[in-house]
């Protein structure tokens, strides 16, 4: 065990975190992400859900200040009156990282082109419809 990690964060997870460099993005998927159609890699994180997830890989997980947005969500679908609450979660969990931080919304299948190219996919079983989040890694200074 190491001390001060979350320990919602698995060893495997923590090693792709690590990996990761400057640009690189990652995926936070909620239960119906199609996640092993996207990633090269998928981290299976059941029973875990995005927000709990999102507050602790931020504590660790420099976001990208040299990009013009280093978060994105999926848009909801035209048509759709769904109202994704959890949205207000994430900027939240944002916000209170002090992490800088832009959010741009893309259109569902913009959304699944840019998560085929992430280098991970963390895949959880959070129930909230539009909860799909990327992250786009930044450098620790």
């Given at each position: 065990?190491?001390k001060?990690i979350?320990k919602?964060?698995?060893?495997e997870?923590?090693?792709?975190l690590?990996?990761?460099?400057h640009?690189?993005e990652l ?5 119906n ?8 890699k998928v981290?299976?994180c059941d029973?875990?859900m ?5 507050e602790?890989?931020?504590?660790l ?16 679908t035209?048509?759709?009156?769904y109202q994704?609450?959890?949205w207000?979660?994430?900027k939240?969990i944002?916000a209170?990282s002090?992490?800088?931080h832009?959010?741009a919304?893309?259109?569902r299948?913009?959304?699944?082109d ?6 991970a ?11 799909n989040?990327?992250l ?5 200074k």
């Amino acid at each position: 065990m190491l001390k001060n990690i979350p320990k919602n964060l698995s060893p495997e997870l923590l090693k792709v975190l690590s990996e990761m460099g400057h640009g690189d993005e990652l995926v936070l998927g909620d239960g119906n992400f199609p996640a092993e159609e996207m990633g090269r890699k998928v981290i299976r994180c059941d029973g875990l859900m995005v927000p709990e997830l999102l507050e602790s890989i931020v504590q660790l997980f420099p976001l990208d200040t040299y990009a013009d947005h280093q978060v994105f969500l999926m848009e909801v679908t035209p048509g759709d009156d769904y109202q994704p609450v959890i949205w207000d979660e994430f900027k939240e969990i944002l916000a209170d990282s002090g992490e800088e931080h832009n959010i741009a919304y893309l259109e569902r299948f913009e959304f699944y082109d840019r998560a085929r190219k992430a280098y991970a996919v963390v895949a959880t079983s959070e129930e909230a419809l539009y909860a799909n989040i990327i992250l786009k890694k930044g450098v620790v200074k």
